[in-house]
Structures are given as structure tokens and as C-alpha cells.
């Protein structure tokens, strides 16, 4: 099967959306394309001593709503049209949350896991090189995504800095926190997701957290695809709010239990072979994708794009779909899940915990004034992802459609009247 263009894709959701809206068509047409695409093309020099040619990109969404705001990801298949979708799903993203920022995006085609540290840290600080006119602080505000770290930000943060000459913290976030970091962003994204799924279940049924009524969330049954930095933290704290994970999954393995994992030792397991579940064997070890199929009550989506598509999509039993990747569902996907009777938390929404917590970084950075992670955890919950989830609800009731479509609605509403009131086109 041919790869999807989930630029072109998310682009139909945003017509759906814009025309429910009734977005007047010249900033329908503008906010459909992308500002600014960059690509460099650059050599490294390799441990055996030769040298290997990379291709890097950087797009920016839209520059109307703030400083451009979106993760670096290291991956062999990337191109400019997924960084491009991927950029423009970071403009509704922040819109939706009520962040400052536009959306960008960047990347560099290679695996990752077929470089020494030496050979990575080389790529990142040539990559930043070529950035440098790119990135700022008041105007493009990479982050981490796929096959990028703390440390590869730090390099970042470096070699930008040697470059101004001082220090430059708020250029970029997902830093460690020895570097200028912030306490709770290397789990914020897990943990808002963890909160929407914590959430859903409590409007089915479920007890809330430290509440007696309800179904007891041991009988809530999820499944999380993807066992990256994402989704091991969402599975870690569901197991630790009581839910039931039954399989969890990453390249090479599903593992399956009926009754439940034991998150603690599946993790443990995990650090101690490489990041890799293969091998483990206190579950039922299945296909990879096999995750995506089995019976539970909350699927969680957390590794990749596309991976629910039309083809597979009535394999799915869970009723309820959180996605902890961008754009792991396809727009044809979606219309037949939606016909099944499922519930979507779109990406957008679900995932935006990371770029919350690196907007805190971005303002602790330029402030100098340390944040205390109980502080940022809190206002993660309290002033941004539940509000946002009742927001996206509430608008879904109000024009009678999907959270997804809801959730565009709402993030384009913000960005056309910062538009229109000051005049700026993006």
C-alpha cells in the first residue's frame, strides 16, 4: 500500500471543520498551505572516517499566532510532505490548547539506531548548523519527537548558544533538566494523555480517581501500541490509577495478558534489553500490529502515523480510540470508526500534553524563574488539558459532530480572528 500523505489527509479535516465554521475562503486557502519549508542537505564525517550525506528539513506552518512550535524527529522515511503535516497539525494543536506559538516541524532522514552516540551527536549539532538563521527563541522553538531525546536537544541548545555567543535556554525545550529543563516534560505527554483516558472513562461509567462510585477502574481493559517514551509513561500511569493494561506493544512484539501486565516489570525489562520488549516472557508475545485488534475497552494509538487506516479499521473492538501519536488514524479510517460507533480523542487534543509543558519550559527559560513540577503537573491538568477536553466536547454538541472535527473547529476559530483582528496574514 502506498504511503499516505497525512498533509493531504488532515488538510480534508481541516476543509470539514473550516466549512462548519464558515472560515471566509481567502484564509481557508492561506492557512491551508505552509509558511516556510527548509531543506538542507549535509555531510558528516562517520566513525570509519568517511563521509555521508544527510537531508534535513524544517517547516513552518503559520508565523501569525507567535514563535513556530514543533519536535525534531530522526527517522529513514521521513520527507517534506509528512514534516509539512506534521507542522500543521502543531498550529491546531497549540491553537487548541490556547498556546502561543504556530506550528513547525523538522527532521532528519536516517535511522538513529544505526549511528554510534559520537555519529549522532555529530548529525545533531551539523543539523542545528544549518538551522541556526532558522531557530530563535521569539521565532522557532524546536522540541523532540521520534528518535530524539533530552540529549539530543541539549546538543541543540549548545551548539546554538556557541553560536550567539551566550546562552540561549529558550530555544529550544525537552532539555534535560541539568540544561535549563523543566521538571515533568519528559512525562507530560503521557501524562495528558493518561488524564483524557482517566477522564473518558469516568463519563462511561468508571470511577475517577479517589472516588468510591462507578465501575472500579480494574475492569477497564487498555492497550497501548507503541512502547517509546509515550506510551510506557500513558501504560505506567494508567496501571498506576488502577486501570487494567492488557498489552502494550513496540516494533518487533505484542504482549499480551487477559488479566493484566505488570507495567513495572514489562518497564524493567524494557530498559534493561535496549528499549525492546522482544524476548519477554510473562505474556503471550503476538505480531506487533496485533495490539491494534485485541479486546479491551481503550485503545491508545502511540506510535506512528497511519496505522489505522479503512483497510483494518473494522478489526478494531475497543469502543474508545485515545491517539498518543500524530495522525495514527486516516480520514477514511475515521469515517468508518465513526459508522462502528466509536469514540475518538483525536491527536491534536490527546497528545498536547508535550507541547504544553514545553510552552512552561520555553516561559521558565525566558523568565529564569524555576518551576516546581507538582506546579507544572497541576496547571498541565487544571488550566489546559481538561478545560481543552471540555471545550472539544461542548463544541462537538454545539455543531453536532465528531471531537475531532470539534477540536479543528476550535483551533482554527482562534488563529482566524488573531487574524483578522490584527490584520496579519501568516
Not at 549522532?120 to 551539523?126: A, P, S, V, W
Amino acid at each position: 500500500m502506498d504511503k499516505i500523505n497525512i498533509y493531504k489527509d488532515n488538510q480534508l479535516r481541516f476543509d470539514k471543520a473550516a466549512e462548519i465554521l464558515g472560515v471566509r475562503q481567502d484564509i481557508q486557502n492561506l492557512l491551508r498551505q505552509t509558511r516556510r519549508v527548509i531543506r538542507v542537505d549535509f555531510p558528516v564525517q562517520m566513525d570509519d572516517g568517511n563521509n555521508r550525506l544527510f537531508t534535513g528539513y524544517r517547516a513552518q506552518h503559520t508565523r501569525s499566532m507567535g514563535p513556530t512550535k514543533g519536535g525534531i524527529r530522526y527517522a529513514p522515511n521521513i520527507d517534506e510532505e509528512e514534516i509539512k503535516g506534521l507542522a500543521f497539525l502543531m498550529t491546531w494543536k497549540c491553537s487548541l490548547l490556547g498556546l502561543p506559538f504556530g506550528g513547525a516541524k523538522g527532521g532528519v532522514a536516517f535511522d538513529p539506531r544505526t549511528v554510534s552516540l559520537r555519529e549522532l551527536e555529530h548529525i545533531t549539532r551539523r543539523y542545528t548548523t544549518e538551522m541556526k538563521s532558522i531557530f530563535d527563541p521569539e521565532k522557532d522553538v524546536p522540541a523532540p519527537d521520534m528518535g530524539t531525546n533530552p540529549q539530543v536537544m541539549a546538543w541543540i541548545f549548545d551548539t546554538y548558544s556557541n553560536f550567539k555567543g551566550h546562552q540561549q535556554p529558550a530555544v529550544v525545550t525537552g532539555k534535560p533538566v541539568e540544561c535549563y529543563g523543566i521538571e515533568g516534560r519528559k512525562e507530560a505527554t503521557g501524562r495528558g494523555l493518561s488524564l483524557l483516558v482517566l477522564e473518558t472513562l469516568a463519563e462511561h461509567g468508571y470511577r475517577r480517581i479517589d472516588e468510591q462510585k462507578g465501575k472500579p477502574l480494574q475492569e477497564a481493559r487498555i492497550a497501548v501500541q507503541g512502547f517509546g517514551n509515550v506510551g510506557s509513561v500513558t501504560a505506567q500511569l494508567l496501571a498506576e490509577s488502577g486501570c487494567n493494561v492488557v498489552s502494550v506493544s513496540d516494533v518487533d512484539v505484542t504482549l499480551y495478558n487477559e488479566n493484566g501486565l505488570d507495567i513495572p516489570r514489562v518497564l524493567h525489562y524494557a530498559e534493561q534489553n535496549k528499549n525492546s520488549l522482544k524476548g519477554y516472557t510473562e505474556a503471550e508475545a503476538l505480531a506487533p500490529l496485533e495490539v491494534l485488534y485485541l479486546p479491551c475497552d481503550v485503545l491508545i494509538p502511540a506510535a506512528t502515523e497511519n496505522v489505522i487506516t479503512a483497510e483494518n479499521a473494522e478489526k478494531i473492538s475497543a469502543p474508545i480510540i485515545v491517539e498518543g501519536a500524530n495522525a495514527p488514524t486516516t480520514t477514511k479510517a475515521d469515517e468508518r470508526l465513526l459508522q462502528l460507533g466509536k469514540e475518538i480523542i483525536p491527536d491534536i487534543l490527546a497528545n498536547a500534553g508535550g507541547v504544553t509543558v514545553s510552552y512552561f519550559e520555553w516561559a521558565q527559560a525566558r523568565s529564569m524563574y524555576k518551576w516546581k513540577e507538582a506546579e507544572v503537573n497541576q496547571r498541565l491538568r487544571d488550566d489546559f488539558m481538561l478545560p481543552a477536553y471540555q471545550r472539544t466536547k461542548q463544541t462537538a454538541e454545539k455543531y453536532h459532530t465528531d471531537l475531532r472535527t470539534a477540536a479543528f473547529i476550535l483551533g482554527i476559530d482562534r488563529v482566524q480572528k488573531m487574524i483578522l483582528k490584527r490584520g496579519i496574514w501568516p
